[in-house]
């Protein structure tokens, strides 16, 4: 067979088409609580910074960590502790509040998934007092 055909034939079966992407809503533990985070992972296509954005479990993320066609992230994201920032007798920070945590793990991915701040508006989905 003629490598171009080859080549093309590989690319074909790459393409977005062929991966269903099965998403994923996490179900944080009592182990989890105890820890304070959950780890999560997000796709997206890497080619459309507008297109859709899936939640996907640990055991998927490698599948996209390796494929071209896809921008995948992690984040820590908090589901226990404050509500608000605590500050010791001095005035500094003893512990940012959940939400800005969150917020802040978000900013830290906005260069490879922009949007994913639109995705996940609730800065305490999953906290638990």
Do not use: C, H
């Not at 079966?13 to 992407?21: A, F, L, V």
């Not at 944080?28 to 910074?49: A, C, E, L, W």
């Not at 605590?86 to 800005?100: F, L, M, R, T, W």
């Amino acid at each position: 067979m003629n490598n171009s055909i080859k080549r093309y034939n590989q690319i074909v079966k790459q393409t977005p088409r062929d991966i269903k992407i099965l998403t994923f809503i996490p179900s944080p533990s009592d182990i989890d609580y105890r820890r304070g985070f959950i780890k999560r992972y997000f796709v997206q296509k890497t080619n459309d910074k507008g297109s859709p954005i899936y939640e996907i479990s640990k055991r998927d993320i490698n599948k996209y960590k390796t494929n071209p066609l896809y921008t995948s992230v992690d984040l820590r994201w908090r589901i226990k502790g404050p509500k608000e920032t605590q500050y010791d007798d001095e005035g500094n920070v003893s512990d940012k509040a959940v939400s800005e945590s969150n917020r802040v793990a978000i900013r830290l991915v906005a260069d490879k998934i922009p949007n994913l701040k639109l995705y996940l508006p609730n800065l305490l989905q999953f906290y638990k007092n």
